[in-house]
């Protein structure tokens, strides 16, 4: 194998854990300098083929085509000891959905320049150039917890591993039957079409400023109550007017006009995220008390809080993958400035076979607030199998257990009648 550049990574702290992997703030010792980054390492026990590690393939996919300043930057991805790993710019900051709370909360016009500059990364996601056409990205999971805003003012949207683009080819297979997103913030057509457009991520950032304004959810509602909701447009009207109703009167009917309108149940009424932006500048600049900058440089930002994490306080020479001992971990991604297509290089590896089976039933997943199909895809194997004999369904075993019932039944008849019939034999021959 030819010699390779190897960065070096010195891993501070976990910051972060989920379902998959955790998340730890590191510095980066590569050939162009050192670099502080975060670093979103995978478990180790996931499959390359697995549905997380072909989502952080895809952020890492779609992220190359975006350069904006509210949109975290990604350097690469890495193997750590067999570990796939994301490697991305560090913000230090908290997300949103703290900065709003405790003592001293992100004011109104803060929260405004918050949200504009989200609505101008979600606008330059969507229309960035690849290929001769645009990426129509789709970020599909916009929330609270999903931006961060940094101590030297900065706001960048996060987690793209669930995003769809109209222009890039993602490895993780989602099926339409298959609603992805955090359902206190998903607009009503994807409850009742699993559609995902545009206008649903405007939706999801209206609610997201109005719980940045008022320490609530737009809808203090369980899932099954929401989806009610939506399905009544006049009902759903009425409880936005009611919920807007709580917004502080200091910040005048414009923003609760503007939320009214991200919010709108028909998403053809929704304005685009470029409207968005140029509003919340204009309400920005007629509200009295601290700009981002100001709150930023003022605050007394809290300890970063820390994890226990394996992979803390160690450090790591990144791996360099052989393509005849691994299977398909080996593949990178490389932005071409010249003609701005994103492409997908593999070192000794032909594409994965995709193996398409029925996608299971939508459910909620109560843990992350997020509904998606729990089944991950299948794995490649080295050659065709007889396929395994189905399993019953529920249906099929609830019929088992009603037959069975139903038979026991049969059977203690036919004892008590016979029991019945001895008794009164006795009687009638021994009793008279």
């Not at 030819?2 to 050939?31: L, N, P, Q, S």
């Not at 975006?66 to 949109?71: K, L, Q, T, Y």
């Not at 204009?282 to 700009?291: C, M, P, Q, S, T």
Request: aromatic content about 6%.
């Amino acid at each position: 194998m030819a010699a390779v550049d190897r960065r070096t990574f010195k891993v501070h702290a976990c910051i972060g854990r989920g379902g998959y992997g955790e998340v730890y703030r590191a510095t980066m010792f590569a050939a162009d300098g050192e670099h502080e980054v975060a670093l979103k390492v995978l478990h180790a026990d996931l499959e390359t083929s697995s549905q997380p590690v072909q989502r952080l393939r895809d952020e890492r996919r779609m992220l190359a085509a975006i350069v904006h300043e509210s949109i975290l930057r990604v350097h690469d991805l890495v193997v750590l000891e067999g570990r796939i790993g994301l490697v991305t710019e560090w913000v230090e900051g908290q997300d949103l959905n703290k900065c709003t709370r405790g003592d001293d909360p992100l004011p109104p016009r803060a929260i405004l320049e918050v949200i504009g500059g989200i609505a101008d990364a979600l606008d330059a996601a969507h229309h960035a150039p690849v290929g001769g056409g645009t990426l129509g990205l789709i970020h599909r999971d916009v929330k609270p917890s999903n931006i961060r805003v940094g101590r030297k003012a900065q706001a960048k949207l996060l987690d793209f591993g669930i995003a769809r683009a109209e222009n890039v080819q993602r490895e993780a297979q989602t099926s339409p039957d298959n609603v992805f997103g955090s359902f206190p913030y998903m607009a009503p057509e994807r409850f009742l079409a699993s559609s995902s457009e545009a206008a649903g991520d405007v939706y999801a950032l209206g609610a997201t400023l109005f719980e940045a304004l008022t320490a609530e959810r737009l809808w203090m509602l369980p899932l099954p109550e929401i989806y009610k909701l939506v399905m009544n447009d006049a009902r759903y009207g009425l409880m936005l007017e009611e919920r807007l109703g709580t917004l502080p009167d200091e910040l005048g009917p414009d923003v609760a006009g503007l939320i009214r309108d991200m919010a709108a149940w028909d998403p053809m009424r929704r304005p685009s995220a470029a409207e968005v932006r140029d509003r919340c500048a204009k309400l920005a600049k007629g509200i009295a008390g601290k700009d981002l900058l100001h709150w930023c440089r003022d605050r007394d930002w809290p300890e970063l809080r820390v994890l226990p994490g394996l992979l803390s306080g160690r450090v790591f020479e990144e791996d360099v993958i052989d393509p005849q001992e691994a299977d398909n971990i080996g593949r990178e991604l490389a932005w071409d400035a010249n003609d701005q297509e994103v492409t997908v290089h593999i070192r000794g590896f032909d594409e994965p076979t995709v193996l398409r089976t029925p996608p299971p039933a939508p459910r909620a997943d109560h843990t992350t607030e997020r509904i998606r199909s729990t089944g991950p895809s299948e794995p490649r194997r080295p050659a065709p199998a007889p396929p395994a004999p189905a399993a019953p369904s529920n249906g099929f075993r609830v019929a088992r257990v009603v037959l069975a019932l139903l038979v026991l039944l049969f059977v203690m008849a036919g004892v008590f009648v016979a029991t019945f019939s001895v008794m009164l034999y006795l009687l009638q021959r021994f009793g008279g």
